[in-house]
């Protein structure tokens, strides 16, 4: 019972945060003794023998093994992370495909479903996730079911928007269609439709949620995530959580106002300034490939342009730092992070290309006593939004952050009043 003073209340939030601090530092440094979390967490070996005991019974950490510490007495015991103690499904929505992935509490993709294909009507989408997610659902046990913590969406926002930007005619999709996108609750149709809690996140702040939880998160708490795919998107990691800002929109760097492109592909924007997306994106990419007689219909053309090392490939990557690295820097010089992630909807040897002229463009530009940070690439590369999405319901559970538990409440409590 709830003390009136509320202590009964805030002893639950104090032990909650502890296990959601020690499943973080376990993320990081496993294997580990319980010595070493108890160092790295900042906890008494007490609190952490307790809170071990607790997740080991949940089914959220394990044993695996015994090592010498160099040290007399007992050989220390090693815990991990059970990589069946929890599971998330993602479901990662672009303007030219669908993708819905399940993943375990390691970060492991277990299954996945993929359709390329210009993005349907949301009531035609809604039957092919149902129908994915329920296959999943069937890899799963019982128990292993009772398991899941929800389902993620990971979807571009404002989707009718910049479709000049992106190259897509009329011919392509109808204006309707995205019309509809942008008028639809993705995410609360797709709770009801199944009756599981369903974590709705723009794509770019999913993507880096993954890195956050999985990825190079697990060594910086502060970094700028950016995207290479149809557009680009971004992401910002803040002291371990991912901001959002008023419409969930921080981070996207790709509106970031840009002088207009000199490539001859290029469509002339009607104002003075383009925006980053027209001109750092694999559509502008393959736009520019096109115009140059190269075929890029598809991500496997696109990567065989680029493995031959076409010249036109030099020519946009050429187009996209001049627009990316002020762009980029404009965002450092408000946010002063170490670590810039890049990663993309493909390779062939592109992204390694585009950090190395990326560093060493903003290197030779910095201004007085302002360095470059490192700019290394990302984690997942093509699946870096649909871990993204599965992450979701897994990060509003265990991050220790209180900014994600408020958050998550909120969400839950929309999912229950959608459900």
Request: charged content about 20%; aromatic content about 6%.
């Amino acid at each position: 019972m709830k003390s009136p003073s509320g202590r009964g209340s805030n002893s639950a939030t104090v032990r909650r945060y502890n296990e959601r601090l020690l499943l973080q530092t376990l993320r990081r440094t496993e294997p580990a003794s319980k010595a070493e979390l108890a160092r790295h967490a900042n906890l008494t070996s007490t609190a952490v023998g307790g809170i071990v005991d607790s997740l080991a019974k949940a089914g959220l950490i394990e044993y695996t093994g015994r090592r010498l510490d160099g040290q007399r007495g007992q050989p220390a015991s090693m815990l991990r992370l059970d990589p069946r103690g929890a599971f998330g499904i993602g479901v990662r929505l672009d303007r030219t495909s669908i993708e819905t992935v399940l993943v375990n509490f390691a970060g492991e993709v277990l299954a996945r479903s993929a359709i390329d294909t210009v993005l349907p009507h949301p009531s035609d989408v809604l039957e092919i996730v149902q129908r994915d997610i329920d296959g999943m659902l069937g890899l799963l046990s019982v128990a292993e079911r009772d398991r899941l913590t929800g389902v993620g969406v990971a979807q571009p926002y404002n989707l009718g928007s910049w479709l000049r930007e992106l190259g897509v005619s009329a011919d392509t999709v109808s204006a309707d269609t995205f019309r509809a996108w942008d008028e639809t609750d993705f995410p609360a149709a797709l709770s009801r439709a199944i009756g599981l809690p369903v974590f709705g996140e723009n794509d770019g702040n999913a993507a880096a949620t993954a890195e956050l939880f999985y990825g190079h998160g697990r060594r910086c708490d502060d970094f700028v995530y950016l995207f290479l795919g149809s557009a680009i998107g971004g992401g910002i990691a803040i002291d371990g959580d991912c901001l959002r800002g008023a419409t969930g929109n921080a981070g996207d760097i790709g509106v970031i106002p840009v002088p207009p492109s000199r490539l001859p592909s290029a469509p002339q924007p009607p104002g003075a300034w383009d925006i980053l997306l027209a001109r750092a994106s694999l559509n502008a990419l393959a736009r520019h490939l096109r115009h140059c007689g190269a075929p890029a219909d598809n991500r496997i053309d696109l990567q065989a342009c680029i493995e031959q090392r076409l010249p036109a490939v030099d020519e946009w990557i050429d187009d996209c730092i001049e627009a990316l690295a002020p762009a980029l820097r404009t965002a450092l010089c408000v946010l002063d992070v170490p670590m810039v992630v890049l990663d993309a909807d493909i390779d062939g040897g592109l992204l390694d290309r585009i950090i190395q002229r990326l560093f060493a463009t903003m290197t030779a530009n910095a201004p007085e006593a302002r360095g470059t940070p490192a700019i290394v690439r990302g984690s997942f590369g093509p699946d870096a939004g649909a871990i993204g999405a599965a992450t979701l319901p897994m990060f509003f559970n265990f991050s220790p952050r209180v900014g994600l538990h408020r958050a998550a409440a909120v969400k839950s409590q929309e999912v229950d009043h959608a459900a």
